[in-house]
């Protein structure tokens, strides 16, 4: 077996205690927590461990800290958010081109996912300028609670049938999440206002 001198006879000087604080911390010495956890003659290799481990946890405020947090699955806190939203928005803007055409290859490959997103953002805004109210929700979320038949007929809905009105045969039969008490009238958008229908009665409904 060969060994590596240089290795063991630094292991040697830290276990004999002949090695100066600064050596030992090596490249951490420079900390400002270096003279809290100064390496003791008792067991010098243990304290650099223990060292080493608390000084990379950096403070709050940096993206090692965002990290962590997440890591640890903890909700980061305020500074740790600013940090990330400041990273992501440098990312952003050097690299604007390039994020573009991903989500344009995506969108042109999940168009149904795009027009969902546009009607909940246009409900969500709807509900914001009016300060009725927002919780997001999910589709799935309004079958769970509420069954896939219409509300108001109380028949299956074609969910192969088209969302959008008109825009194909069979549309009448198609999914449209109806607000139960209108957003033009008070209603907020949030899973307890929403009710899963069919194009045709939601459209028959109005805002009744």
Not at 204 to 207: L, S, V, Y
């Given at each position: 077996m060969r060994l590596n001198k240089r290795r063991v006879g630094r292991r040697s000087r830290i276990l004999s205690g002949l090695t100066s604080c600064s050596a030992l911390l090596g490249p951490y010495r420079h900390s400002p927590t270096a003279h809290i956890l100064a390496p003791?003659?008792?067991?010098?290799?243990?304290?650099?461990?223990?060292?080493?481990i608390l000084t990379c946890m950096k403070p709050c405020g940096t993206l090692s800290?965002?990290?962590?947090?997440?890591?640890?699955?903890?909700?980061?806190?305020?500074?740790?958010?600013d940090a990330n939203a400041l990273r992501r928005k440098e990312y952003y803007a050097a690299n604007a081109s390039k994020i573009y055409?991903?989500?344009r290859r995506w969108a042109s490959k999940n168009p149904e996912k795009v027009k969902?997103?546009?009607?909940r953002m246009a409900s969500?805004?709807?509900?914001?300028?009016?300060?009725?109210?927002h919780i997001p929700?999910?589709?799935?979320q309004v079958f769970d609670t509420?069954?896939?038949?219409?509300?108001?007929c109380k028949m299956p809905i074609d969910f192969s049938a088209p969302r959008q009105a008109y825009i194909a045969s069979g549309w009448e039969l198609g999914l449209q999440l109806d607000h139960l008490v209108p957003l033009s009238k008070g209603g907020s958008d949030t899973l307890e206002n929403i009710r899963p229908s069919h194009a045709l009665c939601n459209m028959?409904?109005?805002?009744l």
């Open positions: 003791s003659r008792e067991d010098p290799v243990k304290t650099r461990r223990r060292y080493v800290a965002y990290a962590r947090h997440i890591r640890k699955r903890e909700t980061p806190c305020q500074p740790c958010k055409e991903i989500n969902e997103y546009s009607r969500k805004r709807k509900a914001l300028k009016k300060n009725n109210g929700y999910t589709d799935q509420y069954g896939t038949d219409c509300h108001i028959k409904k109005r805002n």
